[in-house]
């Protein structure tokens, strides 16, 4: 089997050359050559979109929407450059053996996106020798992407460092929260329930967030957090998280917003309890109560926008803050359906009954 490609094999392929090592680790399995014989046909019209392809030998013929022909062949300029199936290419074809790199568009367009945000940041962070492998996981997170390199920079400084022992119960659910954790070194493992009903739902590692949760509804901690091995946690106080972290994340609309939203093709997410769900919830909306959020986000479609709505706001704040840290894309309906006049809060909750569901790959289905 084909080896994937070493980073120094990867320097004159634009734009993948600016990527970190850590980064170009992560498309390691997508970074192996593929063969391409004489006459074999790459894609064509017919082709879903979503990869960037890169040409390491050979030559393609490159055929426009328009019915131009062109050559690209390995080693010259263009072809250091990345092209991808869509826009004005119909169809590309190998006019002699070859071999190409295909990577995955939106992953590699996510990697560039948090690398640009951060570059002068990272320049920075480097130069001063505090570039690490637990900060470089932690601002891979696409919760960064949004926030400013100020706010990164600020937010490092007010850490506070706090050495665990294996075994050791730092966060109790029920208990009141006032500050969120980021793991430096070790892992922790988050419990939920109590007594019987008491189930595991994740484990943390390095550059991992957590505690956030209570921050953002002003309501106890609702899950147990215990260090897995000997660990670093580092601690930030409530008022800086929210200042720093939670402003710049988390976007509000109002109801027209979201209604304009909807009409382009967005998608209602109701993250109250099922009951309050059935009594009244926007028509077609899926309902994913937070607390099992994290775990049902895996049938979302990340290309989809998703517009989160609870009573208050606090809660759909939350969840738009965890949608963004597993790379969604989400707003929320600001203050809450309580907030509405009661001709519009009839209006948006004017579903009942078990409504919809999710289905793997963002498919939405009745559920009777």
Same mark, same amino acid.
């Given at each position: 089997?084909?080896?994937?490609?070493?980073?120094?094999?990867?320097?004159? #392929?634009?734009?993948?050359?600016?990527?970190?090592?850590?980064?170009?680790?992560?498309?390691?399995?997508?970074?192996?050559?593929?063969?391409?014989?004489?006459?074999?046909?790459?894609?064509?019209?017919?082709?879903?979109?979503?990869?960037?392809?890169?040409?390491?030998?050979?030559? #393609?013929?490159?055929?426009?929407?328009?019915?131009?022909? =062109?050559?690209?062949?390995?080693?010259?300029?263009?072809?250091?450059?990345?092209?991808?199936?869509?826009?004005?290419?119909?169809?590309?074809?190998?006019?002699?053996?070859?071999?190409?790199?295909?990577?995955?568009?939106?992953?590699?367009?996510? @990697?560039?996106?948090?690398?640009?945000?951060?570059?002068?940041?990272?320049?920075?962070?480097?130069?001063?020798?505090?570039?690490?492998?637990?900060?470089?996981?932690? #601002?891979?997170?696409?919760?960064?992407?949004?926030?400013?390199?100020?706010?990164?920079?600020?937010?490092? *400084?007010?850490?506070?460092?706090?050495?665990? *022992?294996?075994?050791?119960?730092?966060?109790?659910?029920?208990?009141?929260?006032?500050?969120?954790?980021?793991?430096?070194?070790?892992?922790?493992?988050?419990?939920?329930?109590?007594?019987?009903?008491?189930?595991?739902?994740?484990?943390?590692?390095?550059?991992?967030?957590?505690?956030?949760?209570?921050?953002?509804?002003?309501?106890?901690?609702?899950?147990?957090?215990?260090?897995?091995?000997?660990?670093?946690?580092?601690?930030?106080?409530?008022?800086?998280?929210?200042?720093?972290?939670?402003?710049?994340?988390? *976007?509000?609309?109002?109801?027209?917003?979201?209604?304009?939203?909807?009409?382009?093709?967005?998608?209602?997410?109701?993250?109250?309890?099922?009951?309050?769900?059935?009594?009244?919830?926007?028509?077609?909306?899926?309902?994913?109560?937070?607390?099992?959020?994290?775990?049902?986000?895996?049938?979302?479609? =990340?290309?989809?926008?998703?517009?989160?709505?609870?009573?208050?706001?606090? =809660?759909?704040?939350?969840?738009?803050?965890?949608?963004?840290?597993?790379?969604?894309?989400?707003?929320?309906? =600001?203050?809450?359906?309580? *907030?509405?006049?009661?001709?519009?809060?009839?209006?948006? #909750?004017?579903?009942?009954?078990?409504?919809? @569901?999710?289905?793997?790959?963002?498919?939405?289905?009745?559920?009777?």
């Amino acid at each position: 089997m084909t080896k994937p490609l070493l980073p120094d094999q990867l320097r004159s #392929l634009i734009p993948l050359n600016s990527l970190s090592p850590r980064q170009l680790r992560s498309l390691r399995e997508q970074l192996v050559p593929r063969p391409l014989l004489a006459g074999d046909l790459l894609f064509d019209s017919e082709a879903a979109t979503g990869s960037s392809y890169f040409l390491l030998a050979g030559t #393609l013929q490159m055929c426009s929407t328009e019915g131009e022909l =062109r050559r690209l062949a390995a080693g010259s300029p263009e072809s250091c450059h990345a092209f991808a199936a869509g826009g004005r290419l119909s169809q590309v074809r190998a006019l002699e053996d070859s071999s190409v790199l295909m990577v995955d568009s939106a992953q590699l367009n996510r @990697l560039l996106a948090w690398h640009q945000a951060h570059a002068d940041l990272l320049l920075t962070l480097s130069s001063d020798g505090e570039l690490s492998d637990w900060l470089e996981e932690l #601002l891979e997170n696409p919760l960064f992407a949004k926030v400013p390199s100020e706010n990164v920079r600020n937010m490092l *400084a007010k850490l506070e460092p706090i050495e665990l *022992a294996a075994g050791h119960v730092l966060l109790r659910e029920g208990e009141a929260g006032d500050c969120c954790y980021f793991i430096q070194r070790g892992g922790v493992q988050i419990m939920v329930g109590l007594g019987s009903e008491r189930q595991m739902v994740a484990e943390l590692g390095v550059g991992a967030c957590f505690g956030e949760e209570a921050l953002l509804t002003d309501h106890p901690r609702n899950a147990t957090v215990t260090v897995l091995e000997d660990s670093c946690v580092l601690r930030l106080a409530r008022q800086d998280f929210l200042d720093l972290l939670k402003a710049p994340v988390v *976007a509000e609309l109002d109801l027209a917003q979201a209604n304009a939203l909807i009409a382009q093709g967005a998608q209602w997410l109701d993250v109250r309890l099922l009951d309050e769900y059935q009594r009244g919830h926007a028509l077609e909306a899926l309902n994913m109560p937070l607390h099992l959020l994290r775990l049902k986000s895996r049938l979302l479609d =990340r290309n989809r926008l998703y517009l989160c709505y609870c009573d208050s706001g606090k =809660r759909s704040a939350n969840a738009v803050f965890i949608l963004t840290q597993l790379g969604f894309t989400a707003c929320s309906l =600001r203050h809450g359906v309580d *907030a509405l006049s009661a001709e519009h809060y009839a209006a948006l #909750l004017c579903g009942q009954g078990r409504g919809y @569901l999710a289905r793997s790959g963002g498919r939405t289905e009745r559920s009777g």
